[in-house]
T-cell receptor
Framework: DADVTQTPRNRITKTGKRIMLECSQTKGHDRMYWYRQDPGLGLRLIYY???????NKGEISDGYSVSRQAQAKFSLSLESAIPNQTALYFC????????????FGDGTRLSIL | SQELEQSPQSLIVQEGKNLTINCTSS?????LYWYKQKYGEGLIFLMMLQKGGEEKSHEKITAKLDEKKQQSSLHITASQPSHAGIYLC????????????FGTGTRLQVTL
């Protein structure tokens, strides 16, 4: 089983819909991250959480919200989806502090029509 | 991010050839991470460099961090089709609390 699991893997939806992407991990890591990947723009950080009570905005948080339900679960919501939020979304975890690599899920491909 | 530039953007090499990918930061790096991504899939951690002049190898892939800690190179020796994918560098800067800034990636194709 994957250490970092994202659901769904693919989603097609319409403009204006509320969407939730879920991430769960079995690595026991405190830190979790949400990124989006767009062609030519690399990965950009949306939100991150260093523990259950800590939520921080990343580089591009507008139009998104998150919830850290437990150490192992971190969900990303699009309150009212718009076409330019079409992207590949990644969840990642890390053990914290410096020198610790982030471990990524397989991504959710989201298309908003 | 303009803080971190990767080059080239894409690369096509013949199987067996060597290649180098560069990652240049506009400011001093605390740490530099290399990842590989297969098309449409998640990122796989390759290696992390922190000390100026450091060099690490894994199988046929070698990464170096220059002395000034502002540039890293990833070198693949005798490329194979299994090396194909997107290579991304991620920068960790002092004071950014383990957040990574990623380059835009280098897309590598290996032809037979």
């Amino acid at each position: 089983d994957a250490d970092v699991t994202q659901t769904p893997r693919n989603r097609i939806t319409k403009t204006g819909k509320r969407i939730m992407l879920e991430c769960s991990q079995t690595k026991g890591h405190d830190r979790m991250y949400w990124y989006r990947q767009d062609p030519g723009l690399g990965l950009r950080l949306i939100y991150y959480s260093f523990d259950v009570k800590d939520i921080n905005k990343g580089e591009i948080s507008d139009g998104y919200s998150v919830s850290r339900q437990a150490q192992a679960k971190f969900s990303l919501s699009l309150e009212s989806a718009i076409p330019n939020q079409t992207a590949l979304y990644f969840c990642a975890t890390s053990a914290g502090a410096f020198d610790q690599p982030q471990h990524f899920g397989d991504g959710t491909r989201l298309s908003i029509l | 991010s303009q803080e971190l530039e990767q080059s080239p953007q894409s690369l096509i090499v013949q199987e067996g050839k060597n290649l180098t990918i560069n990652c240049t930061s506009s400011k001093t790096l605390y740490g530099l991470y290399w990842y590989k991504q297969k098309y449409g899939e998640g990122l796989i951690f390759l290696m992390m460099l922190q000390k100026g002049g450091e060099e690490k190898s894994h199988e046929k892939i070698t990464a170096k961090l220059d002395e000034k800690k502002q540039q890293s190179s990833l070198h693949i020796t005798a490329s194979q089709p299994s090396h194909a994918g997107i290579y991304l560098c991620g920068a960790e800067y002092t004071g950014t609390a383990s957040k990574l800034t990623f380059g835009t990636g280098t897309r590598l194709q290996v032809t037979l």
